[in-house]
């Protein structure tokens, strides 16, 4: 029991870091978006001219480029790093850019405006989505344990089946159909959980409405001392 709590902690702690992780990756994303579109309201759009390609290579890692350009503004030239670089890229070719008219030294590429935040706010998605639905999920959970808990009656019981699908796969962790039974009742569950991690004979805790049986929840990781 003691290693399955060990195990719900870690990876409650997981989900939490990965939460964590694609909040701030989407907080990045937001403030990179707001900057794509204060060039694409305020900024000027026009073209520039790829003057230098530098390319960097060391101890065999992939190949870096830093892409420099050279365009026009109110009669005055203005050169620069891009700081966007893409397979195909020569020197002499013109790309097209956003420049602010105030500070025509600060562009950027307009082929990757919109590109470039919504790649990060798409993958911020996919680390905070899952995470932070499965955690409200088990916070849901575990309030209505504690409700019953209060008014509640407890009921030990057993497993008598466990049906783990491959339908369904977060975090490592498959979506598991837990059939209980006190000897006189069964009770029904589904959960996320790693695969393993239940097995026919595990004994189990349910909380139960004292008026309503028929409302209970099944505590999987609960202390029947």
Known sequence: MKTREIKKSKIGIVLW??????????????????????????GRKTEAE???????????????????????????????????????????????????????EDFTDAKTLILSPALLLTLGAVFFLPSSAIGAVKLARRVRIGRLKECGQAIDAEIIG??????????????????????????????????????VGDKVRVYADSVSPEKYVVDVHGDRS
């Open 17 to 42: 870091f990965f939460a964590l992780i694609g909040l701030i990756i989407l907080v990045l994303g937001g403030v990179v978006l707001k900057k794509a579109f204060r060039y694409r309201d305020e």
């Open 50 to 104: 790829i003057v230098r390609i530098e390319r960097d290579r060391r101890d065999g890692s992939k190949t870096s480029h830093r892409v420099y350009v050279e365009f026009t503004a109110d009669g005055k030239t203005y050169k620069g790093e891009l700081h966007t670089y893409w397979a195909g890229m020569r020197e002499g070719e013109a790309v097209e850019i956003y420049y602010m008219p105030d500070r025509p």
């Open 162 to 199: 466990c049906t783990f699908s491959d339908k369904l796969l977060v975090c490592g962790k498959k979506l598991v159909t837990l059939v209980c039974s006190d000897g006189r009742r069964t009770y029904r569950t589904r959960l996320l959980a790693a695969p393993g991690e239940f097995a």
